[in-house]
């Protein structure tokens, strides 16, 4: 079975500040990583996915994760954040390989931007 | 191209009444993912369907709780007899194939509340 731990379950950070959003999962197999963000009663949409090769992965919005296998963890990182991005942000797992294709999901880390 | 569609966005019950949620998947989608979002925590997932078949309903409640997508027409997911902690929000994503690989498209979702 797997498991995801957001260990933040808020981040509050000031304009064009760096902000890292952790996460860490559980798996006795491997598995592929996602972060999610949704805005306020909105839908999830995706901000980026590892699924093999490079450890950093760049995604949309300026926002980019790196993928440490001995620390089990996929941390969300953006070198400077915007209002525009005070939204909730949920990294999520998929075993690999399977077919099924249903995502285990964090229980989200809310990150509010201040002027 | 329109995304995946929910309706209603917010529905109120009373206990003891049924509750229907409906999910039109893009467009030359057939897979459909139905998750659960209760206050504070996050999306758990609850059934996958394919056209006219279940595949995986492993996390559906075993009573009251069903799901269907039919040959035409949207996924539904029947909620009878609601209760109180049926309240949370209800997400459907649709994908183009059952592939962890696959990037799940997620609608606005539908705010179930049971009075």
Known sequence: AQSVTQLDSQVPVFEEAPVELRCNYSSSVSVYLFWYVQYPNQGLQLLLKYLSGSTLVKGINGFEAEFNKSQTSFHLRKPSVHISDTAEYFCAVSPYGGSQGNLIFGKGTKLSVKP | ?115
């Open chain 2, 1 to 115: 191209n329109a995304g995946v569609m929910q309706n209603p966005r917010h529905l109120v019950r009373r206990r003891g009444q049924e509750a229907r949620l409906r999910c039109s998947p893009m467009k030359g989608h057939s897979h459909v993912y139905w998750y659960r979002q209760l206050p504070e925590e996050g999306l758990k997932f609850m059934v996958y369907l394919q056209k006219e078949n279940i595949i995986d309903e492993s996390g559906m409640p075993k009573e009251r709780f069903s799901a269907e997508f039919p040959k035409e027409g949207p996924s539904i997911l029947r909620i009878q007899q609601v209760v109180r902690g049926d309240s949370a929000a209800y997400f459907c994503a649709s994908s183009p194939m059952g592939d962890a690989i696959i990037e799940q498209y997620f609608g606005p979702g539908t705010r179930l509340t049971v009075t």
